[in-house]
């Protein structure tokens, strides 16, 4: 198992990417704290692990709450008595804004979910994972975070998608994950961030539900598909192990070749 005794904490661990790697982590052996803004799908997956054998604690919080991420890192100590791993998967894109939202209110929304509270939970657990002698943290950032909406795909807010919020937050992402990666190596503490293609989730639900968008944006895919949750989870599983021992500061790119193109 490569993760065998491991405590890891998974934000956004309720659904999608977040799901899916607390899943495939507490089969490679880590207890997992499945942390959800919503209380019922992180009790739903914690359940599911602990059907499988595995060991899962469920917290619910919000990461833009200073209060909640330290509550969220509080629980791994509190259930396991350390933790090692943090993956950052809580996210939205402008697309979960409230329908007719003022502009601003969306930019500070997402930006406040993706970078806010990447870097909020990270405060808190870095503190512990140096005090278990170390260990990694994922962040998720997306091929966003590399490049610009491509022309023609209508993501958000039609002529507005210019100052669509969300790859300057997944931009920023990557940014926080070197500097984090150089300042916490003397820690034993790895940093990497995932940079995932177009993933068929909850989060690219009502992008992908548009029959036009999803031809569109598969097709910019060579590989010939958009990834899966399970994708990403294998990508976090190996940057959070040994396996990666010699990352730090990376961007890991799955993407389905789309920004080879």
């Known amino acids: 198992m490569r993760l065998k005794d491991r405590v890891a904490l998974i934000t956004g661990g309720g659904s999608g990417i977040g799901r899916a ?37 469920p917290v619910a919080g919000d990461v833009t709450s200073p209060k909640d991420a330290e509550a969220m890192v509080k629980a791994a100590v509190s259930a396991y008595g350390r933790l090692q791993v943090l993956v950052n998967s809580a996210g939205i ?9 003022p502009h601003e209110v969306v930019w500070d929304k997402v930006i406040g ?6 870097y909020l939970v990270s405060w808190y657990a870095v503190t512990e994972i140096a005090k278990a ?31 669509n919020p969300y ?13 984090m990666a150089v300042h916490f190596a003397k820690q034993n503490i790895r940093v990497n ?18 029959p036009e968008a999803n031809k569109a944006l598969t097709e910019k895919h060579p590989i010939g598909r958009l ?4 994708d990403i989870a294998n990508a976090a599983l190996f940057l959070a192990s040994d396996e990666s021992a010699f990352m730090t500061g990376a961007p890991l790119i799955v993407d389905g070749g789309y920004t080879a193109v």
């Open 193 to 210: 961030c995932i940079c995932p293609g177009f993933v068929v989730s909850p989060l690219t639900e009502k992008l992908l539900n548009d």
């Open 227 to 230: 990834g899966t949750p399970e």
């Open 93 to 101: 894109s402008a697309r979960q804004a409230p329908p007719g939202a």
């Open 113 to 118: 979910v993706n970078l806010k509270g990447t």
């Open 21 to 57: 790697t607390a899943l495939l982590f507490a089969r490679e052996g880590a207890k997992v704290v499945v942390a959800d803004l919503a209380a019922k799908n992180a009790k739903a997956v914690a359940k599911e692990v602990r059907a499988a054998g595995g060991a899962a604690t």
């Open 133 to 163: 002698g170390g260990g990694a943290i994922v962040n998720l950032g997306s091929i966003m975070s590399l490049v610009a909406y491509p022309l023609g795909v209508q993501v958000w807010g039609g002529a507005m998608t210019g100052f």
């Open 167 to 179: 790859n300057p937050s997944k931009g920023a992402v990557l940014q926080l994950t070197r500097n």
